[in-house]
């Protein structure tokens, strides 16, 4: 897993899903996984629903807001790869759920608010057609949200100028890694 954003009011907590070796039954794997966290800064806790469906869809993507609500992207039991389409729920602080079906199809990266980017960049990393869109994706949000303090996750933004903004800011500061890591998910996007 990787966390992302933690420390400062404003950005997301993100964590992506990865292969690892387990030790414990998946049982007990998603027990662990439903859990609370407090962002620095913030009396906000965190709680990720990972495992918080009643449909059998398989969680592909998880972010804790810091505002204390989060969102999961879902594959749903009835997925189909030719035409992928994803359900998320997004948490507010009290608990409260909405639900959306997200096909990745019609996500325009030029306009689009930062539900639809979060599903389509965890479908990007977990079919492994760009497999750092989640990661370079939840630092973007991140970015774009302390830098636009009132922004609302249905308000349709330009995510490739967010990203061509951190790249310049990388190449300016001289990380020429974090440059190319967030030049490979543009010019993916770019394509």
């Known amino acids: 897993m990787a966390i992302g954003g933690i420390g400062t009011a404003g950005y997301t907590v993100g964590y992506e899903t990865r292969r690892t070796q387990k030790t414990v039954s998946d049982k007990n794997f ?7 966290a407090s962002v620095q800064n913030s009396n906000q806790p ?7 469906t009643k449909e059998g ?3 592909i993507g998880a972010c804790g807001l810091a505002d204390g609500g989060s969102a999961t992207v879902y594959k749903p039991a009835d997925f189909d790869p030719a035409n992928p389409v994803y359900k998320v729920k997004i948490w507010n602080e009290a608990g409260n759920v909405t639900e959306r079906m ?5 996500v325009d990266p030029k306009n689009c608010d930062e539900i639809d980017m ?3 960049s965890s479908h990007l990393t977990v079919s492994g057609e ?11 949000a ?5 830098s636009n303090n009132g922004t609302d996750f249905s308000d349709k933004t330009n995510w490739l100028n967010v ?15 974090g440059y190319l890591d967030f030049k490979k998910f543009w010019d993916f996007l770019e394509q």
Do not use: E
């Open 30 to 36: 998603a027990g662990q996984m439903s859990n609370t």
């Open 142 to 146: 991140g970015y774009y949200r302390s």
């Open 163 to 177: 990203i061509k903004d951190i790249m310049q800011m990388q190449y300016d500061a001289g990380n020429l890694k």
């Open 118 to 120: 979060f599903a389509y």
């Open 102 to 106: 997200v096909d990745i199809s019609k």
């Open 130 to 140: 760009c497999p750092n869109a989640l990661s370079a994706f939840m630092s973007a």
């Open 57 to 59: 869809d398989a969680p």
């Open 46 to 52: 965190i709680t990720l629903h990972w495992f918080d």
